[in-house]
């Protein structure tokens, strides 16, 4: 027998991380687990033989810290501790920032060279290199523990080789004296370096990497607000009918077999079966078809539903983690766990690259001692080549370019949610689509009056809509849009339409097997309007007053602007579009032929939904799925790049990688070319972050690099890099 657990991971840099603690606690005999780096959780599944505190001790033994989760009503507290961890890393950019510009100011600046300066700017740099740097010294001990390289490898490298140095060159060396100044010359020369310091080398590039880690930390924390918003979604009181009393208590106290109440407008409790009254359910969060469900006694309905008609008594089937909602939220919870892990650029390169240094490094120093020349000298040449190999552009390559094409995304109406969601637009080959509220509006919508022979449409339009007036349903407020007036003896009649005397006249609205009931029979022409609608996918309603059928008025979902023209575009883009629904075939079908869409997948629940993006996947498909309701949320996650329109919950906002504050499809196709421009710049800032740092490592291995020339070279990278960032202002 095997126990599932969910774990907290802390202390994880980069999804190498991942992998190192993913592999340790899959070593343990019967243990399988997966490790995501994006939501920091384990998903665990261990037999008998092995206890929690055993995994625990592997995750710790791995150079990580663990934590067992919180039971429910305690998972509030968990957020102080998720907060204070994004706190302490800014706490450490700002204390570094503050004490490294004047370190930076005094070495690039003669005139600020006071006596002493030296001693000043290591009084300084201290804290930054030390206590400032401390993320990525104790992530490259660890990662050098397990055989492995990164970016934290390159950046505690190079920050305690200019830092050791310099204390090397003040307390053994010339650099500490009274008067020592470094003048304002890029020079080539050799010496044996003890007269120089790179304490701004040190500050410099812990600054610029902590502003990196800080803005990628901050929007990397929310991947797990998906699953707190979901579950937020569910009512949070009741009431309970016993023995004929109502009583209001707390959602979460129900237990199967309650009897509960729900009122017009008020959100089901959980999921259970009608017992009493009849109303009109909006069940679009978890269907995503805008047209309301008709229940009555003997249906089912399920929790965090709207009830949007009369009053209901309904008997509690399911409830806690059995509910339809807390499966929702386990299918988004699998299909974020088990999304790519992208790792950054910057960490493959430099799984490469500092191994290389290292070598260089050591080759150097082989080789300066080999020819005889002063140990002195020969250590600085290796301990420069250590330092010029630490480029502080590497830690704004990423950081500037999202900082800027993230906020002209947010001018066009496109948020970002990190730099893992930029780096799968560019191998994304399928866009799924979902309907309602993607490609149409989602909100039910007069489409068109078809008037019998000699009845004026306007009259068919005006008298329908005052009586609807009087009605909650939301077919009745679509068909009331913009009329009001006296409704004399009005009458719902359940699940069929209603009817009142309106302007002198009985007039009748609903079904056509209504009016049939009623003696008013629809004639030839009506009746193929009713057909022509429901071919369609639309909601045909039948209007008769005096004795005769009059006219039919088709509700609709309608199509945005612009969605023909986005599909347009995604397929310019190298995207085939799939149009994936829960509405009906004949619904989804004409929507599709309207905006130009071939592939249609409707009828589909949230888990069929995950299963089909999953399906594609299996097939080497790279997919996007734009959507925007709760039903989208676990899709959304699933899928390769999530795309959430700003219109719709939270729930697919937070699940998703881009989020589109309008509700205009054509946006997402925009994101998708915002996100390759970006990643794009973030690949050549990369380039170049390197390219000045290895063109200036052979000046570094030969001995003659100085303070000014390595300070040149971090300025003039880390400008080309916010310049060429810039660029991205222009994208229109």
Same mark, same amino acid.
């Given at each position: 027998?095997?126990?599932?657990?969910?774990?907290?991971?802390?202390?994880?840099?980069?999804?190498?991380?991942?992998?190192?603690?993913?592999?340790?606690?899959?070593?343990?005999?019967?243990?399988?687990?997966?490790?995501?780096?994006?939501?920091?959780?384990?998903?665990?599944?261990?037999?008998?033989?092995?206890?929690?505190?055993?995994?625990?001790?592997?995750?710790?033994?791995?150079?990580?810290?663990?934590?067992?989760?919180?039971?429910?009503?305690?998972?509030?507290?968990?957020?102080?501790?998720?907060?204070?961890?994004?706190?302490?890393?800014?706490?450490?950019?700002?204390?570094?920032?503050?004490?490294?510009?004047?370190?930076?100011?005094?070495?690039?600046?003669?005139?600020?060279?006071?006596?002493?300066?030296?001693?000043?700017?290591?009084?300084?740099?201290?804290?930054?290199?030390?206590?400032?740097?401390?993320?990525?010294?104790?992530?490259?001990?660890?990662?050098?523990?397990?055989?492995?390289?990164?970016?934290?490898?390159?950046?505690?490298?190079?920050?305690?080789?200019?830092?050791?140095?310099?204390?090397?060159?003040?307390?053994?060396?010339?650099?500490?004296?009274?008067?020592?100044?470094?003048?304002?010359?890029?020079?080539?020369?050799?010496?044996?370096?003890?007269?120089?310091?790179?304490?701004?080398?040190?500050?410099?590039?812990?600054?610029?990497?902590?502003?990196?880690?800080?803005?990628?930390?901050?929007?990397?924390?929310?991947?797990?607000?998906?699953?707190?918003?979901?579950?937020?979604?569910?009512?949070?009181?009741?009431?309970?009918?016993?023995?004929?009393?109502?009583?209001?208590?707390?959602?979460?106290?129900?237990?199967?077999?309650?009897?509960?109440?729900?009122?017009?407008?008020?959100?089901?409790?959980?999921?259970?079966?009608?017992?009493?009254?009849?109303?009109?359910?909006?069940?679009?969060?978890?269907?995503?078809?805008?047209?309301?469900?008709?229940?009555?006694?003997?249906?089912?309905?399920?929790?965090?539903?709207?009830?949007?008609?009369?009053?209901?008594?309904?008997?509690?089937?399911?409830?806690?983690?059995?509910?339809?909602?807390?499966?929702?939220?386990?299918?988004?919870?699998?299909?974020?766990?088990?999304?790519?892990?992208?790792?950054?650029?910057?960490?493959?390169?430099?799984?490469?690259?500092?191994?290389?240094?290292?070598?260089?490094?050591?080759?150097?120093?082989?080789?300066?001692?080999?020819?005889?020349?002063?140990?002195?000298?020969?250590?600085?040449?290796?301990?420069?080549?250590?330092?010029?190999?630490?480029?502080?552009?590497?830690?704004?390559?990423?950081?500037?370019?999202?900082?800027?094409?993230?906020?002209?995304?947010?001018?066009?109406?496109?948020?970002?949610?990190?730099?893992?969601?930029?780096?799968?637009?560019?191998?994304?080959?399928?866009?799924?689509?979902?309907?309602?509220?993607?490609?149409?509006?989602?909100?039910?919508?007069?489409?068109?009056?078809?008037?019998?022979?000699?009845?004026?449409?306007?009259?068919?339009?005006?008298?329908?809509?005052?009586?609807?007036?009087?009605?909650?349903?939301?077919?009745?407020?679509?068909?009331?849009?913009?009329?009001?007036?006296?409704?004399?003896?009005?009458?719902?009649?359940?699940?069929?339409?209603?009817?009142?005397?309106?302007?002198?006249?009985?007039?009748?609205?609903?079904?056509?097997?209504?009016?049939?009931?009623?003696?008013?029979?629809?004639?030839?022409?009506?009746?193929?309007?009713? #057909?022509?609608?429901? $071919?369609?996918?639309?909601? %045909?309603?039948? &209007? @008769?007053? +005096?004795?005769?059928?009059? =006219? !039919?008025?088709?509700?609709?979902?309608?199509?945005?602007?612009?969605?023909?023209?986005?599909?347009?575009?995604?397929?310019?883009?190298?995207?085939?579009?799939?149009?994936?629904?829960? #509405?009906?075939?004949? $619904?989804?079908?004409?929507? %599709?032929?309207? &905006? @130009?869409? +071939?592939?249609?997948?409707? =009828? !589909?629940?949230?888990?069929?939904?995950?299963?089909?993006?999953?399906?594609?996947?299996?097939?080497?498909?790279?997919?996007?799925?734009?959507?925007?309701?709760?039903?989208?949320?676990?899709?959304?996650?699933? $899928?390769?790049?999530?795309? %959430?329109?700003?219109? @719709?919950? +939270?729930?697919?906002?937070?699940?998703?990688?881009?989020?589109?504050?309008?509700?205009?499809?054509?946006?997402?196709?925009?994101?998708?070319?915002?996100?390759?421009?970006?990643?794009?710049?973030?690949?050549?800032?990369?380039?170049?972050?390197?390219?000045?740092?290895?063109? %200036?490592?052979?000046?570094?291995?030969?001995?003659?690099?100085?303070?000014?020339?390595?300070?040149?070279?971090?300025?003039?990278?880390?400008?080309?890099?916010?310049?060429?960032?810039?660029?991205?202002?222009?994208?229109?």
């Amino acid at each position: 027998m095997t126990t599932d657990l969910e774990l907290s991971i802390s202390g994880m840099t980069c999804a190498s991380c991942a992998n190192r603690i993913e592999r340790k606690l899959n070593k343990l005999d019967g243990v399988e687990a997966s490790v995501n780096y994006a939501t920091e959780k384990a998903r665990v599944s261990f037999p008998e033989t092995v206890t929690p505190e055993d995994l625990l001790r592997t995750v710790e033994a791995a150079g990580y810290a663990a934590a067992l989760p919180q039971p429910e009503r305690e998972a509030p507290a968990e957020e102080p501790a998720r907060d204070a961890e994004l706190d302490g890393l800014r706490d450490r950019l700002l204390v570094s920032a503050v004490l490294s510009v004047p370190v930076i100011a005094m070495a690039m600046v003669p005139a600020l060279q006071v006596e002493y300066w030296q001693w000043l700017s290591l009084t300084l740099a201290a804290p930054v290199a030390v206590w400032g740097a401390w993320p990525f010294h104790r992530a490259a001990w660890t990662n050098l523990r397990h055989g492995a390289t990164t970016m934290d490898t390159l950046v505690s490298l190079g920050v305690l080789s200019a830092f050791g140095w310099s204390l090397v060159a003040l307390f053994a060396g010339t650099a500490g004296e009274p008067g020592m100044t470094h003048a304002f010359e890029i020079s080539v020369d050799r010496t044996d370096g003890l007269s120089n310091i790179y304490l701004e080398v040190a500050a410099g590039v812990t600054t610029f990497l902590l502003a990196g880690r800080y803005f990628e930390k901050r929007s990397k924390r929310r991947a797990g607000d998906a699953l707190r918003a979901l579950l937020d979604l569910g009512a949070k009181d009741v009431v309970v009918l016993r023995d004929g009393v109502e009583t209001a208590m707390p959602a979460d106290q129900l237990v199967v077999g309650d009897v509960f109440v729900v009122r017009p407008g008020e959100k089901i409790a959980t999921d259970g079966v009608v017992e009493g009254g009849t109303s009109a359910v909006d069940a679009s969060m978890l269907t995503g078809e805008p047209v309301p469900v008709e229940v009555g006694p003997g249906d089912t309905v399920t929790g965090a539903t709207v009830n949007a008609g009369g009053r209901l008594v309904v008997r509690a089937t399911r409830v806690g983690a059995d509910t339809r909602l807390a499966q929702m939220a386990r299918l988004v919870e699998d299909a974020q766990s088990g999304k790519a892990r992208a790792q950054r650029l910057a960490d493959r390169v430099s799984g490469v690259f500092v191994p290389v240094v290292v070598v260089l490094a050591v080759a150097t120093l082989g080789f300066w001692l080999g020819s005889g020349v002063a140990t002195s000298a020969a250590f600085a040449a290796a301990v420069s080549v250590l330092i010029i190999a630490c480029p502080c552009a590497l830690g704004l390559a990423t950081p500037t370019a999202l900082l800027v094409g993230t906020g002209r995304g947010a001018q066009l109406g496109i948020l970002v949610r990190g730099p893992e969601a930029l780096e799968q637009t560019r191998r994304v080959d399928t866009v799924v689509l979902d309907k309602t509220g993607t490609v149409t509006t989602g909100e039910m919508s007069l489409a068109d009056v078809v008037a019998a022979e000699g009845t004026d449409p306007a009259d068919v339009r005006r008298l329908a809509g005052v009586l609807e007036s009087a009605s909650e349903h939301p077919i009745a407020r679509a068909i009331a849009a913009g009329h009001s007036g006296e409704v004399d003896g009005f009458a719902a009649l359940a699940g069929l339409g209603v009817r009142g005397r309106v302007e002198g006249h009985d007039v009748v609205v609903g079904r056509p097997s209504l009016l049939a009931e009623q003696g008013l029979p629809l004639e030839a022409s009506l009746v193929a309007a009713v #057909d022509a609608a429901e $071919a369609r996918g639309r909601t %045909a309603v039948a &209007v @008769g007053w +005096d004795g005769r059928a009059r =006219g !039919v008025l088709v509700v609709a979902d309608t199509v945005k602007d612009g969605s023909a023209e986005a599909v347009a575009r995604f397929r310019s883009l190298g995207l085939a579009p799939v149009l994936l629904t829960g #509405d009906n075939e004949r $619904a989804a079908r004409a929507v %599709a032929a309207e &905006v @130009g869409i +071939d592939d249609v997948v409707a =009828g !589909v629940m949230p888990e069929e939904k995950v299963d089909h993006v999953r399906r594609l996947q299996e097939q080497g498909r790279v997919v996007a799925m734009v959507g925007d309701g709760v039903n989208d949320a676990a899709a959304l996650a699933q $899928a390769d790049l999530g795309i %959430a329109m700003g219109a @719709g919950t +939270d729930v697919a906002i937070e699940a998703s990688d881009l989020t589109l504050v309008r509700g205009d499809l054509r946006v997402a196709a925009d994101a998708v070319r915002l996100s390759r421009r970006t990643l794009g710049t973030i690949r050549s800032n990369l380039v170049w972050a390197f390219g000045y740092n290895v063109a %200036a490592l052979p000046l570094a291995a030969a001995g003659l690099l100085n303070p000014m020339l390595a300070g040149a070279a971090m300025a003039l990278s880390s400008v080309f890099v916010v310049a060429n960032s810039l660029r991205l202002r222009t994208f229109r």
